[in-house]
């Protein structure tokens, strides 16, 4: 654990793994110290921000120090299916990055079962990544220049994850297909479909 | 003091803003909420309101409302001259007072001479529909009330128990058009780059891009700099290297692989793959929301204890 600096209202927490990652995310939003008013989990990370006014970021340092986190493992959640249009503009790229096919990268993408590691980005961004005991992919770097608006519904790689964008937005992820199906609902009391151990399974439908 | 307002033109971008939703993170929500809070909360107590009402943030002016008799009105962050037209005359609607509405009228907003972002209070608040638990719109996530349209009707809230306060005069200073200072502490990723990289984001006067908006606040070199290429440079070992994602804060200062700075605003995603070299304090944000395209920034490192 280590505990970056991150201007005068917050911590950044670094870990070794995603499994501390989520155990400290379980702890400190169980029992958060006073003056911590948001926990920001990430793939190794966990950003702790604070109100100035209640509390000091050498309390906050202390109080993190003391509640070291255990390893926690993704809970087994549901399985939601996914139906994708593999037309995405950045497929190709995909393929040549995976040195195959367009058709195997589809195959590959829609095998696979995924889980969501953590939610980020932008409202029910989840953070796809092989589940355990599949086959890990080779990554995809990042768009040198990210687009001003990906499609609400456009299923991306990057850097090891896949993502579904649910809503239009910015994005710099290579872009695979589409979905049509809604993964974030304002009023829903669990807004967010996809969240941290969704089993996710991506099927092909045409077009 | 219930009721509506009607829309009848929202200028170039006019939002509803409380204070945000702070805690929902975990969801990839933002807190997003007013950008320049201060005049927020100044705004919605020079009409009595709770500072966690709901007012507009009307970027550079313009917007005309068509308010009833009998409502309470204030204007404060940016400056825009503002008046109330009605059967009874013109009435100069001055910054950081609140006026009241003596019959029917038109509020018209010219553009903002000072500033970027002002902050319109109405007594009892907008009450538009909450997503979680606040009417802010969040630009980036598309959560919380539509950007305004013209014939939009929007209701005010009750009465609220606290009065109209009487204050004669809130001094307060308009935006500078002027150089802004912004102060900033390291940030997790500063060991990222280069020592000429911290002395260029320090040391050089930096110009609002006018690809700014509430996600993030681009800065650009002066087209009289002298620093040339990418001005933030990385160290060898971090050049080409991805960062996991991370999360991010207002104020946060990340640098895209051209090495071009953007301080993120109250919409900003809530995790980011680009590394933060610097943060800007608290003290220094709701000048941010005030910034003017081309207007020029200098970055300072805070003194003092976090």
């Given at each position: 654990m280590r505990v970056l600096p991150c201007g005068d209202r917050a911590l950044l927490v670094e870990f070794d793994s995603l499994e501390l990652v989520l155990g400290a995310h379980a702890r400190w939003s169980a029992a958060p110290a006073r003056g911590v008013v948001e926990l920001v989990p990430a793939a190794r990370t966990v950003l702790v921000r604070i109100d100035p006014s209640e509390t000091g970021l050498a309390a906050v340092e202390h109080w993190v120090s003391e509640h070291p986190p255990q390893p926690l493992a993704l809970a087994d959640g549901d399985i939601v299916t996914v139906p994708v249009a593999y037309d995405g503009d950045d497929l190709a790229s995909v393929a040549e990055a995976w040195e195959c096919s367009a058709e195997k990268v589809i195959a590959l993408h829609s095998t696979i079962e995924w889980l969501c590691a953590f939610i980020g980005f932008a409202p029910g961004f989840g953070y796809l990544v092989p589940a355990p005991g599949q086959p890990a992919l080779p990554p995809v770097p990042r768009r040198a220049t990210s687009r001003p608006r990906v499609p609400a519904g456009s299923v991306a790689l990057a850097a090891g994850y896949c993502g579904v964008y649910p809503r239009e937005s910015p994005g710099g992820w290579q872009l695979i297909g589409r979905t049509s199906i809604e993964l974030w609902r304002d009023d829903a009391e669990r807004p967010a479909v996809i969240t941290p151990g969704t089993r996710v399974r991506f099927e092909a439908v045409s077009s | 003091m219930s009721g509506h307002v009607e829309v009848m033109d929202p200028g170039p971008l006019t939002l509803v803003h409380d204070l945000g939703r702070p805690g929902f993170a975990a969801l990839g929500v933002s807190a997003s909420g007013a950008f320049d809070r201060d005049a927020h909360r100044l705004a919605q107590r020079l009409v009595g309101n709770d500072e966690t009402a709901a007012g507009l943030e009307v970027l550079f002016g313009g917007l005309h409302l068509r308010l009833s008799a009998g409502m309470w009105v204030a204007l404060t962050g940016a400056w825009v001259d503002a008046s109330l037209h009605s059967s009874n005359g013109t009435l100069t609607v001055p910054p950081h007072t609140a006026v009241f509405v003596d019959a029917d009228a038109k509020l018209v907003l010219g553009t903002a001479t000072h500033g970027a972002r002002c902050t319109v209070a109405l007594r009892g608040g907008l009450d538009t529909a909450r997503v979680l638990g606040s009417r802010s719109r969040d630009t980036l996530s598309g959560l919380g009330p539509a950007p305004l349209r013209a014939g939009d009707l929007l209701p005010l809230g009750p009465e609220p128990s606290t009065p109209v306060p009487v204050a004669d005069l809130v001094p307060v200073d308009p935006p500078p058009l002027g150089l802004v200072e912004l102060e900033v502490r390291p940030g997790p990723r500063a060991d990222w780059f280069t020592t000429e990289a911290h002395e260029v984001l320090l040391g050089v006067e930096w110009r609002v891009s006018a690809r700014s908006d509430r996600t993030g606040v681009r800065l650009e070199l002066a087209s009289t700099s002298t620093v040339s290429g990418t001005p933030l440079e990385r160290v060898p070992a971090r050049v080409g290297a991805e960062l996991e994602s991370e999360g991010m804060l207002r104020g946060s200062i990340q640098v895209s692989p051209d090495g071009a700075p953007t301080v993120l605003g109250?919409?900003?995603?809530?995790?980011?793959?680009y590394p933060v070299i610097a943060v800007v304090v608290d003290a220094s944000l709701d000048r941010l929301a005030q910034l003017r395209p081309g207007q020029p920034v200098r970055l300072r490192r805070a003194t003092g204890r976090a």
């Open positions: - | 109250p919409d900003h995603p809530v995790t980011g793959g």
